[in-house]
């Protein structure tokens, strides 16, 4: 079912790359189903206007400007919550007072990291929909640990490997939320609760697959008691394949591929967001050279504590590896794992990453960070044993992890069952698939929804000028 274009929908991204992507993408699935697709953003790492021109784009005073953002932190977040609260509002209220007879704007459709959203939302009376960007195993994780965490914290270094009470596959080490010496604090406690609260929203999309991970969906949706609608995998799912990058790609390593042969190369690369140090950039480069692979290498401005790029490597690495290696700032991803010379991706397990791979029938290495790529990392290796988690950054444990994948018996068994989950992925898309199906699920619950919700109870809500907060009483009639 394809609506009119009459009803309008609001999006509003968190200003990560990874985050912003899928938001992006559900764009596009949206707006092949009829609908106009508003886009409010942050002014940091705003999205490249010219590669969507189906969207209109709204861009939000983040607040952010001259914080050092290389790495935004619960400061940075809270104050672009705060900051975009009245810029999104005075949009909306433009928005509604402008609304030419038979148009509407259905809702807001906010990142979970958003959650200044909800507040705006129910001052309108609009409905709001929560969108997740993580896996359903993430999020079930994050709230058993939240319920008791007294249970988990603090913990011994010894225990690092022990199972997670009721939380298979995951150790302590694997633990979804920001530990500092064995422990986690009060305010990434309280961070976490409102990322992972829904507020008032009427339903929750998710960028995943109901088969894959239903029992962990339905026991989430039992916790939250509102529709779920999983469409993913997103950027399949999305009719229109423009890029989401906030970085410039280099193309010129798809020629580089091009001269590989097919099945050869291992792809590298740890997301837009993730920093290592000198010392494990070192051990990386000699791991790869002393597998004897062909690699493709992204190492991105300021991805290395100290260094700008790549000079931090061994000297005289490129001249080394010679043809057999490549080094870019930045590639793109979804060209690069589609490409026949790819055999592995050596990768941070993001979930975008993650779907990408699978997608493409890439068995993985898996090097996680924090958040849920930790999780996803147990989950590839043990659960469904598409890939093998690094668990020492050290030359002879990657060189080995690096031939066991590209060469060996055991990476072949990997690489059939990458083959035989893409498969499955890939049914829930068809046309009586399960994705497909609530896709078409979603366009009609948008579509039903009031324009505007029943009143609330009085609120105090701030409303933010330039310079001055003036607080008033909300009274909707």
Known sequence: ??????????????LLQGHLTPMLQLGSILYSQGFSVIVAHTQHNAPNYSNHPEFVFHSMDDGLKGMDMSFPGLKSIYRMNESCKAPLRNYLVRMMEEEEEGDQLAC????????????VATQLRLPSIVLRTYSAAYLDSMLTILQQPEKYFPFKDSQLLDPLPELHPLRFKDIPINVVNNTVHAPILDFSRSMSDIGSSVATIWNTMQDLENSLLLSLQEHYKVPFFTLGPFHKMAPMASSTSILEEDNSCIEWL?????????????????????KELI???????????????????????GFQCAEALPDGFEEMVAERGRIVKWAPQKQVLAH???????????????????????????????????????????IYKVG?????????VIEK????????EEGKDVKKRV?????????????DGTSHKNLNDLVDFISALPSRLTPPTPVFGAIMSSNHITIKCIIES
Request: hydrophobic share 45%; glycine share 4%; aromatic share 10%.
């Open 1 to 14: 079912m394809k609506v009119e274009r009459k009803q309008s929908v609001v999006l509003v991204p968190f």
């Open 108 to 119: 807001i459709i906010y990142d979970n990291i958003m959650f200044f959203v909800d507040d």
């Open 258 to 278: 091009d001269r590989q042969a097919p099945n050869s190369v291992l792809y590298v690369s740890l997301g837009s967001l993730m920093r290592i140090d000198d």
């Open 283 to 305: 051990e990386t480069a000699w791991g790869l050279v002393n597998s004897d692979q062909p690699f493709l290498w992204v190492i991105r401005p300021g991805s290395v504590y």
């Open 340 to 382: 026949p010379a790819v055999a592995g991706f050596f990768t941070h397990c993001g979930w975008n990453s993650t779907l990408e791979s699978i997608l493409e029938e890439v068995p993985l290495i898996c090097r996680p960070f924090l958040a849920d790529q930790p999780v996803n990392a147990r989950y590839l290796s043990q």
């Open 388 to 396: 093998f988690e690094l668990e020492v950054m050290e030359r002879t």
């Open 401 to 408: 992890t690096i031939r066991k994948l590209m060469l060996s």
């Open 419 to 431: 083959v035989d989950m893409k498969q499955n992925i890939v049914a829930a898309m068809q046309i």
